[in-house]
């Protein structure tokens, strides 16, 4: 019988306990999958089954949304997190990668934290749910990538100001991107022999240094070191010619500098329905592509296509 997917509650006050519940119903009779969490924190609307263990998902999944209780101290309030909550979101978390690590499930599909309710709550140590999962895993190196069915990028350096980005971008911090992404793509994706597009830094790449030097002093140069080494790799790139229709059909994912050179692109071809996937974990980790979006909580607006695609992409990258 096949192993399910584990859904973390995550911010309990969020969209992610009505989202996940909602994709539940898109998905039953397609995904096994059970939610994480406390049971009070769910919609009513949808119908679900407490478990015992991870073992009775599959059956039950076809029928109710399988849940996993896991006891919070309070009740949630849509749109206004408790720092009472606070201990049990980074514990769903722990206990997920436990089920994931000890063959008990497939993936984890994690639903939106807020990461001020945490720390306030409970002093969580980490910037996000990344640094805090590659922490349970022993504290691996990981990378972002932002999936759709049209897309799939990675910034290089991600949460950091754009006056940094020069500085933190080294040699190091590239190859090691390229690698995990290139390891990725083929052990989680089945890609054979991923072709990765490598974008330049600067505007036009460059510009043959007329706009900035990196691309010339050490960008390029590593691009062909690691094509010599195996690597198919295409770059550096000037950015603003990247992302149309026919550049896409050449690579199977594109390595970006920064932050919004990566996000800017896949959120404005599939901004429902982008999944943020965690490379270099021990495990498949895949989230919804967005917030906590307190302002439409408990509203029953919120749209579950992003969490649909996580739950999709996490099943099949499992299958692989």
């Not at 206004?80 to 436990?98: E, F, K, L, Y």
Request: glycine share 8%.
């Amino acid at each position: 019988m096949s192993l399910p997917v584990v859904l973390t509650c995550g911010e309990p006050a969020g969209i992610g306990p009505e989202i996940a519940a909602r994709a539940w119903a898109a998905l039953a009779d397609r995904v096994p999958m059970m939610w994480l969490g406390d049971p009070r924190h769910l919609p009513t609307d949808i119908p679900h089954q407490v478990i015992a263990t991870p073992a009775q998902a599959a059956e039950i999944c076809t029928r109710a949304l399988p849940v996993l209780a896991h006891p919070f101290t309070s009740k949630a309030t849509p749109g206004t997190p408790d720092p009472a909550n606070a201990q049990g979101v980074i514990d769903v978390i722990a206990r997920a990668v436990d089920l994931v690590s000890t063959g008990q499930a497939a993936a984890i599909c994690t639903a939106p934290i807020h990461k001020k309710a945490l720390k306030d709550g409970a002093s969580f140590a980490y910037p996000g749910h990344t640094e805090y999962l590659a922490a349970l895993a022993g504290g691996c190196d990981v990378v972002m990538m932002l999936a759709s069915e049209q897309l799939r990028v990675v910034p290089t350096t991600i949460h950091i100001p754009l006056e940094d980005v020069p500085h933190a971008l080294t040699p190091a911090l590239l190859r090691r991107t390229i690698e995990i992404t290139h390891n990725g793509l083929r052990d989680r994706f089945g890609v054979d022999a991923p072709r990765l597009a490598i974008s330049g830094l600067n505007p036009h790449a460059g510009e043959g240094g007329a706009m900035g030097r990196q691309e010339l002093d050490w960008i390029a140069p590593l691009v062909v070191e690691m094509q010599a080494q195996g690597f198919n790799l295409r770059g550096p790139l000037s950015a603003d010619t990247m992302f149309h229709a026919a550049a896409r059909e050449t690579y199977d994912a594109a390595i970006c500098m920064y932050h919004d050179q990566a996000l800017i692109p896949i959120k404005t071809l599939d901004f429902d329905r982008g999944v943020n996937i965690t490379l270099g974990l021990p495990f498949i980790r895949t989230s919804p592509d967005h917030g906590t979006a307190f302002d439409i909580a408990g509203k029953g607006i919120a749209t579950p296509s992003s969490m649909i695609e996580a739950i999709r992409i996490a099943h099949r990258m499992a299958a692989a």
